[in-house]
């Protein structure tokens, strides 16, 4: 449904430059924008790209001059105006509540009758599942696990019995919360020979409210007592987090991350993609570790690091440039080896 300008400027706080009455019928980029689009303008180094659009409306910081032909809505953050207006437009469509045909309640289950399940889901005995929770095609909560309200699990998620989920909380298609942790006690003298003993896993995991987890990311139960993934933290596809992780509140962890048993993440941590976090450390409050980095001791409060294993964010940088003269510097000191070498021959009488 078009919306006014005016309408949409004053959504997001914002103080315009143009015509309050202007239809806008959606959203784009700034280079695939059209008439009746709005994008968003937040970073300097997209400069051309702004100055070429041909959108309607651009979200833009306070700093930024009128430009012709462009209705202008001047906001604190671009970046979050553009995505208040993407959920006012797209705003995620809810199936009318109640159980379908297909899904399976057991009957010492609670589901709330706001809930939603879609065929192929099932709670198991004991679950319980809070109003206005989506559950899509395949999703399972088990025994005893208790998802709550404003939820949405979307096809083939897992939470394992016992384990709890809070309010708001989306877990994107194959994710697994519960699943063992990985623990083993090595028996040289098990029945049939050496092995891996395998050690029950019998704690939980409790996620907070307003947390998202991403496709395929796995957060394992603790052995014992919980694995804590704290309120508003975000997870990407594909990251692991091990038996024992506590993960703070607002902390940002990007695909393929991994985060070792009983390691902390503090609140407001952002780790990168790719990067690897041993386990019984500690990364402290808003610190932040860069793409592909190996994370082998404390990371200290608010501190930036890099690398593998990682080190502060500086260091890391003069190492890496200092890797790519390492071929010049290297027949640098072979030249200059041949030259003492030379100079202590011609020393001996």
Not at 231 to 247: E, F, P, S
Not at 252 to 281: D, Y
Request: contains cysteine.
């Amino acid at each position: 449904m078009p919306r006014q300008l005016g309408e949409l400027a004053a959504h997001v706080g914002g103080e315009l430059l143009g015509d309050p009455s202007q239809l806008i019928h959606g959203l784009n980029g700034l280079e695939e924008a059209g008439p009746g689009d709005v994008s968003f303008y937040g970073n300097p180094r997209y400069r051309r790209q702004f100055e070429a659009t041909r959108a309607s409306a651009v979200l833009v910081g306070a700093d930024v001059p009128p430009r012709e032909g462009v209705a202008l809505v001047r906001v604190a953050n671009p970046h979050l105006a553009y995505a208040k207006l993407l959920r006012l437009f797209h705003a995620p469509a809810r199936p009318a509540a109640g159980v379908r045909p297909g899904a399976w309640v057991h009957p010492e289950a609670t589901v709330h009758p706001e809930a939603v399940l879609l065929p192929g889901a099932s709670v198991d005995r004991g679950g319980r599942v809070g109003a206005r929770t989506v559950l899509y095609p395949g999703a399972y909560v088990g025994e005893q696990a208790e998802v709550g309200e404003d939820c949405v699990l979307y096809p083939n998620v897992t939470v394992r019995e016992r384990c709890i989920v809070g309010a708001r909380v989306i877990l994107h298609a194959s994710s697994v919360v519960g699943a063992d942790g990985f623990g083993f006690a090595f028996n040289p003298e098990g029945e049939a020979g050496p092995e891996h003993f395998k050690i029950p896993q019998v704690g939980i995991v409790r996620i907070e409210d307003d947390v998202e987890v991403g496709a395929c990311t796995c957060i394992d139960r603790a052995t014992v007592g919980e694995t804590v993934v704290g309120r508003g933290a975000k997870l990407d596809n594909l990251v692991q987090i091990a038996h024992n992780v506590r993960v703070g509140p607002l902390s940002l962890i990007c695909a393929q991350a991994g985060v070792s048993g009983s390691a902390e993440v503090g609140t407001g941590v952002v780790l990168a993609g790719q990067v690897g976090v041993v386990g019984h450390i500690r990364v402290g409050d808003l610190a932040k570790v860069g793409a592909q980095s190996g994370v082998a001791h404390d990371v200290p409060d608010g501190q930036v690091v890099s690398g593998s294993p990682a080190v502060p964010h500086r260091e890391w940088l003069r190492a890496s440039a200092a890797a790519g003269q390492m071929a010049d510097l290297l027949k640098e000191v072979r030249a200059l080896r041949r030259r003492v070498e030379t100079l202590e021959k011609e020393k001996v009488p």
